[in-house]
DNA sequence: CGATCGTTTGAAAGATATCAAGACTCGTGG
DNA sequence: CCACGAGTCTTGATATCTTTCAAACGATCG
């Protein structure tokens, strides 16, 4: 039996030694921020807070001018879109990742609303000593740049997900996708509500607890909130992954060949 | 009667005088790079080539490593998900933008097929070439982070369209927005196949060209490609644009407070 | 003219959402 | 300790939406 955090969230492992307590240190444990001089950190950090929010809290609300950057140390957050009553899981955001920058960079109203899923470590920088650094330190610049990067390649698997596969194909296929993951293991536990699953994938809870039912015949068993692999080969059979749309989508940091000179 | 392009391409009213005819010209037509240094952009277009594509040249497949960047000068460049024989439409590119450069940049496999729609002339920049670039020269580093900021962003929107609205909102929504840009006008004519826009919404040309027939209903009456806006208010009424779905999203180079020292 | 491609339409099946009710979990306060 | 309430999950019945398959229509182009 194992228990894992999904897709965007790999990164559970993590759990540094001790939680930082200054935004500084935060900043040190963001893996794709390595290549950042200290002075940059530092000037970043300068006027930065660093909090740790209980579930459920709200960090920002769909169509606010963005005043802070926000930085997830640990926990994860949820970004919704909203319309009226109705929200949706548009993306999942864990330890080291920016939220919603491009908004930050660009002085726009966010187009999503962020809320608090565990409870979670955040950095909070000033929007404005945020673009001044981007526009001022390059290695900073780039970083970001591999972070939105990753973003985007984030978004348009997703849209793929929805636009090109079923609703039973969508929940197969994140299923064995996590089985293929833990695999020499024959069942795991679901670290996400369903309904936030669901959600995710663009069906309501019905549709989603419904299709998990049917979803047995093909060597998947679903009882509660484990996963028991019975037959890998039917579910690989029926749910074809896609490294394209199920692959993991890591921010890189920029690599450049040596220059031959 | 208006023409009116499709929300990404507003940048339609463009037609540079005369149409570049090498790299370097063709690259000083790209508002967003106006703060790049002369040098950086001779670097760049050093190898580069100028090529004018027909309408349906495949440009680049899915799963291909990309070896080029490609940047559209003029025309426009269709970018489907593909699954087999399906197609869906994620995203159109127009004057000015790159054709995916979060995968160049990450030396990641395209995730998406790009096929010229209308005649393009694209600059083709060697893969390296570009990373080197970007990694050397923090203007264009900061002018392709706004690029690929808008990018992100109109993928948020159409993630929203797509996962809050139903078929016929997001038909009408896309009808009405188009109606308010040419708005003294009576009614204005698709400058797109009615395929594509079907499948940009997520939806079969069937269903959309029922909606169609249904949506005279509500102010917009269809008569082959060109739409009149019989009733502005009953569309307003009925479909409610959300500026943080269809508002325009351009690319924005970065502002940064004055410096008051 | 015939071929191709995009569009429209019909009829039927299929997928998905909605509404409503019950089961279950979990934390709180009596 | 138990009962309660809130939230989640499941299940059933039903309605709606959407796709599928098929055919016909209309343009465009050699």
Redesign the pocket.
């Known amino acids: 039996m194992v228990t894992e955090r999904l897709d965007n969230m790999q990164s559970r492992v993590d759990t540094p030694q001790q939680p930082p307590t200054t935004p500084r240190a935060a900043l040190a444990t963001v893996a794709w921020l390595r290549a950042v001089s200290g002075e940059t950190l530092d000037r970043l950090t300068e006027f930065a807070v660093l909090h740790r929010m209980p579930p459920g809290s709200m960090l920002f609300e769909q169509a606010e001018t963005p005043a802070f950057l926000l930085c997830v140390v640990s926990g994860s957050v949820e970004l919704f879109g909203v319309r009226g009553s109705d929200e949706t899981l548009i993306e999942l955001v864990g330890p080291g990742d920016l939220l919603l920058p491009a908004a930050v960079l660009n002085r726009q109203p966010y187009l999503l609303r962020a809320r608090v899923l565990d409870e979670a470590q955040l950095v909070m920088i000033q929007a404005e000593a945020f673009r001044r650094a981007v526009a001022s330190d390059h290695a900073l610049c780039l970083a970001v740049l591999a972070c939105e990067a990753a973003h985007f390649r984030r978004q348009v698997k997703s849209a793929k997900n929805i636009k090109l ?6 929940v197969g296929c994140y299923f064995l996708k996590i089985a293929e993951q833990v695999l020499p293991a024959a069942s795991f536990k ?1 670290t ?7 959600s995710q994938l ?12 049917g979803i047995g015949q093909h060597g998947l068993q ?1 009882e ?2 484990t996963i028991h692999i019975i037959n890998i080969d039917a579910a690989r059979a029926r749910f074809q992954l896609d490294p394209l749309i199920d692959g993991p989508e890591a921010v890189q940091p920029l690599a450049v060949e040596a220059t031959t000179t």
Do not use: P, Y
Request: aromatic content about 4%; hydrophobic content about 40%; overall charge positive.
């Open positions: 596969r079923s609703a039973e194909e969508r679901l996400l509500e369903k309904r936030l699953i669901a663009g069906m309501t809870r019905e549709t989603f607890s419904r299709t998990l039912a679903v509660g909130d």
